[in-house]
């Protein structure tokens, strides 16, 4: 990477969001933005977007994996499991492309569940939701950008 390419811009609103890993662990993240839980902030016509935006400037290293996603990937995989998942797959050579796919496949595998442990199903529980277990079946989308 050229020096002046090294600065990441990014401009958040909602339930979207990201991720940057570094040397296979989590360097910086976008923080969800919801006005309670499970009610994600969305834009409407006429909203002021900068009320709305939550903006990030980001110093990127060569080898920094940028991981932008939908609360389906977010709300279905752990931090750290994302990060694992990215070592892992950057070691076995996958192209980006094919890891993003990858991230996607298995967040929609937790979100079907019924029984496996997420981050939605750990927040759900700590605001009262007693015995909520599973994923939650969202919209999954995922890009991955290796800066190498």
Do not use: C, W
């Amino acid at each position: 990477m050229e020096e002046q390419d090294r600065v990441l811009h990014v401009a958040n609103v909602g339930n979207t969001g990201f991720i940057i890993i570094r040397d296979g662990s989590i360097f910086k993240k976008s923080t969800p933005m919801f006005h309670e839980f499970n009610f994600p902030i969305q834009i409407v016509k006429g909203d002021d977007l900068s009320e709305l935006i939550e903006g990030y400037t980001i110093d990127l290293h060569d080898g920094d994996v940028i991981v932008t996603a939908t609360n389906g990937l977010f709300d279905n995989l752990y931090e750290q499991e994302i990060a694992s998942i990215i070592s892992k797959t950057l070691q076995a050579s996958l192209k980006p492309q094919e890891i993003a796919e990858f991230l996607a496949m298995r967040a929609l595998e937790v979100g079907r569940s019924t029984s496996i442990r997420s981050p939605f199903s750990d927040e759900a529980q700590a605001l009262g939701y007693v015995g909520y277990v599973g994923g939650k079946l969202d919209d999954t989308q995922s890009q991955v950008t290796d800066t190498q």
